[in-house]
C-alpha cells in the first residue's frame, strides 16, 4: 500500500487544492472537497506503509496535520458563504474639509455683524430725565442738563457715553448744574461731518457747545479719553474753566492695553471691517478692563454699551479716531494748567496705571491734588460714584 507524505508535500497539496477549488473548469457541487485520488505521484513523493497497517494508518498520514486540512476547509467554506468585504473607509478630502471650514467662518462672520440700530429705538431705550439735543456742526448732540448753580461739563471716556455719570449727576446736581455730554460719534449723539480726531476739533466743538448754552465760566471733568480733552480744553479756553477734574487721564504711560478694537484697527486693510463687524465679546472684554469688580459688568451694561455701537456711524467713527490719530500736544503740556486740579486714580487701572500717570500728572502740574482708591479700575465714577462724587463736590467748594 502506498500513502502519501504529507510532511513534505503539505504545501503542494494545499497550492493543488486551491487551483482545483477556484479553477473556473471545476465543477460547482463538490460539498466534500477532498483531495484528488490522481494527485501525481511526481509531486509526491512515495512512502512504504506496512502491509499489516490499518486503513485508518493511511489515512492518517494522507491528512497529516489535521489543522491544515480543517483550515482549507474553513477556506473554502467561508470564501463561499461569507458576504463579500465591505469597502473601506476613506477619510474626507481636503477641498471637503475646507468647504465645511469656509461655510463655519462664514457663519461666525454674520452672525456677528449685526446692522445698525434705528436711532428712534435708541433714543426710545436710553433717553434719560433731563436729556436735550443740540445741533452742532450738522450733527444731532445728545446732553443731559441737571440741577442749577455754576457750570460742571462731565466729559466721558472712549466706549462710554454721559451714562457713565449717572450716580454724579444725582449728588452734584444738588448744588450745581451739571451738563453730563455725549461726545460726537458715541451714546446718543451722531457723528460729527468731520469726525473730530484731534485736540483742536474737540475744542472746536466745546467752544460751539458752551456758546449755544450760554456757559461763560465753568469746571470741567473729564474721565480717559475725556480727561484727555479736559485739560487741553482748559488750556484752549483760558480764564473760562476755574478747575479741572481728571479721572484716569493717559500720557504717561510706557505702553499701553488695547482693546480688541484697537487691535483690529492696526491692522492693514482688515480695520475696515470695524463698519460692520462688531463681536459683542469685544464690548464684554473691553469693559472687563475697565472695571475691577467684574460683578459690575452686567448683561444690562454690555447690551447698552453694545447698543451704542450699533447706533448709525458709530463703527465707522470709532475707526476713524483709532486709525488716524490727530495732532494731540505732548501731555507735558499739562504743566501749563495754572488752575486748581483735582487727580483722581483707580490703583487697579489697567489702562492707564496709576504708577505711571497719576504720578506723572501729579509731578507736572504745580496746582494738582492726588485722591486714590483702592480695588477701583479705569472708571471710578462708576465702581465709586458716591465717594468720588463727596470728594469732588469739597474740591470745587475749595476744602483742599
Known sequence: MRAYNTKRTDGLCLLYMLESLYSPDAP?????????????????PETDVPESASPDIVVSEITMGEKDTLAIKDLTETSSDAPPPSPKRRLPSLK????????????WLYLNSPPDLPVELLRE?????????????????????????????????RYSSLHTWIHWTELLSKKYRVISIDLPGYGLSDDLPETPCSASDYAAF?????????IEQCYIAGNGLGAQIAWM?????????????????????????????ETLAEMPILHRSMEWFTPR???????????????????SLVQRHYDFLLYPGHRAALRTQLTEQGEWPPVLAAAG????????????????????????????????????????????????????????????????
Open 28 to 44: 460547482e457541487e463538490n460539498p466534500e472537497k477532498s483531495l484528488p485520488d490522481d494527485l501525481p505521484d511526481r509531486l509526491l
Open 96 to 107: 471637503g474639509v475646507g468647504f465645511f471650514l469656509l461655510v463655519g467662518v462664514a457663519g
Open 125 to 157: 431705550r436710553y433717553t434719560l430725565e433731563h436729556s436735550r439735543f443740540l445741533q452742532i456742526g450738522g450733527a444731532s448732540i445728545h446732553l443731559r442738563i441737571s440741577g442749577k448753580g455754576q457750570n460742571i461739563l462731565l466729559l466721558h471716556d
Open 206 to 214: 466745546l467752544d460751539s457747545l458752551t456758546r449755544q448754552l450760554d
Open 233 to 261: 480744553y482748559a488750556l484752549h479756553a483760558g480764564g473760562r474753566v476755574n478747575k479741572v477734574v481728571l479721572l484716569n487721564a493717559s500720557g504717561f504711560e510706557k505702553k499701553t492695553r488695547n482693546t480688541w478694537f
Open 281 to 299: 465679546f469685544f464690548v464684554s472684554s473691553m469693559l472687563e478692563e475697565r472695571f475691577r469688580d467684574a460683578a459690575l459688568v452686567t448683561d
Open 337 to 400: 494748567l495754572s488752575i486748581p486740579v483735582m487727580l483722581m486714580w483707580g490703583e487697579n487701572d489697567e489702562v492707564a496705571p496709576a504708577k505711571d500717570n497719576a504720578f506723572g500728572f501729579h509731578q507736572t502740574i504745580r496746582h494738582s491734588v492726588l485722591r486714590r482708591y483702592r480695588q477701583t479700575g479705569h472708571w471710578p465714577q462708576e465702581e465709586r460714584p458716591t465717594e468720588t462724587a463727596q470728594v469732588v463736590m469739597q474740591f470745587l467748594e475749595g476744602m483742599f
